[in-house]
């Protein structure tokens, strides 16, 4: 999404934290597009897979990545959402107190405007 928005920076700091694997190709998108500006500056960028000793724990990362990876593909959050999202309130009277304070009216167990 940010790579699309040409928010390349922004992509390369989330791939970093979120998806190492991907930085290296994020950090060519990202010095090609820097050129057009300066230079000097595009060539500074560094990429973790040409100079793995500037990036500390790099490969740790890479590592974690891959664990995460195993379990995600067992994991569906759309339907763990879904399946939440349609349970009831485990306590309604605590659902009830929380509408009063907030200012609104409790009706037939929903939320509604105080008047």
Request: glycine share 4%; net charge negative; no cysteine.
């Amino acid at each position: 999404m940010t790579i699309l928005s040409n928010r390349i920076p922004e992509a390369a700091l989330m791939a970093r934290s979120y998806l190492p694997s991907k930085v290296s190709e994020i950090v060519a998108l990202w010095t090609k597009d820097l050129y057009k500006v300066n230079q000097k500056v595009a060539e500074s960028l560094a990429d973790p897979e040409e100079y793995p000793d500037m990036f500390e724990e790099w490969q740790i990362a890479l590592e974690v990545e891959g664990k995460a990876a195993e379990t995600r593909s067992h994991f569906n959050l759309v339907e763990t959402f879904k399946n939440n999202f349609e349970e009831p309130l485990e306590n309604e009277e605590l659902d009830h107190k929380d509408v009063e304070q907030n200012g609104e009216e409790y009706v037939d167990g929903s939320r509604g405007d105080s008047k």
